[in-house]
């Protein structure tokens, strides 16, 4: 069982930054693949990012790519969302999760935490 912990979220102007935190319960954080997901009321979750297991390997959805940058700590448990020129269509509760594979699907993370709200004024 791995309990996470999202923090970071909040209220943030058009073209503003925020840095997103997930932090990891147990010894087995850097035996996970990290994704990070977001969701709006009434549409499914989306494929935001992921990391491998040393942090190496790294994929991001379109909707972010070159604006937002994961990255991962093994030894603080942690695993971050860097996220830049944001913009209001950025708005969602964004969550963390964990799998054993580079995947993109939701269906195929495991253990997921409680989500922290984004939200980006115009």
């Known amino acids: 069982q791995v309990q996470l912990v999202e923090s970071g979220g909040g209220l943030v102007q058009a073209g503003g930054s925020l840095r997103l935190s997930c932090v990891a319960s147990?010894?087995?954080?850097?035996?996970?693949?990290m994704g990070w997901f977001r969701q709006t009321p009434g549409k499914e979750r989306e494929f935001v990012a992921h990391?491998?297991?040393?942090?190496?390997?790294?994929y991001y959805g379109d909707s972010v790519k070159g604006r937002f940058t994961i990255s991962r700590d093994n030894a603080k448990n942690t695993v971050y969302l860097h996220m830049n020129s944001l913009k209001p269509e950025d708005t969602a509760v964004y969550y963390c999760a964990t799998s054993s594979r580079m995947e993109v699907s939701a269906s195929g993370y495991e253990f997921w935490g409680q989500g922290t709200q984004v939200t980006v004024s115009s």
């Open positions: 147990g010894r087995t954080f850097s035996r996970y693949v």
């Open positions: 990391i491998s297991l040393t942090g190496v390997g790294t």
